[in-house]
């Protein structure tokens, strides 16, 4: 699977942002999908993810109750909604996809990446 993440840009700290992740080939509802992020100096990190079947969301607990994760089959498109942006959010956002059954956090068990999108909060 192919996929494509879009949506990043400078927000102010408390506003919002929508990133889109789109499979240009495969289906998603047969992957595990999830939203990773790495700030300038850190490693990746776990910000959410959606079960194979979408049965089930995750999300890490830096962003739980800010960010929701949905996923759209018919479009082959998972979104995250970002609100009250801070700015320890900044980071390049990547979508990832695994076809294993288990959601895990951790980028090595995600086999495909699409580009990263860069989000900036900032005053």
């Known amino acids: 699977v192919q996929l494509q993440a879009s949506g990043g840009g400078l927000v102010q700290p408390g506003g919002s942002l929508i990133l889109s992740c789109t499979a240009s080939e495969g289906t998603f509802s047969n992957y595990v999908v999830g939203w990773f992020r790495q700030a300038p100096g850190k490693e990746r990190e776990f910000v959410a993810a959606?079960?194979?079947?979408?049965?089930?969301?995750y999300y890490a607990d830096s962003v739980k109750g800010r960010f929701t994760i949905t996923r759209d089959n018919a479009k082959n498109t998972v979104t995250l909604q970002m609100n009250n942006l801070k700015p320890e959010d900044t980071a390049v956002y990547s979508c990832a996809a695994d076809r294993g059954v288990v959601v895990h956090s951790f980028p090595a068990a995600y086999e495909y990446w699409g580009q990263g999108t860069l989000v900036t909060v900032s005053s």
């Open positions: 959606f079960s194979r079947r979408g049965t089930g969301t």
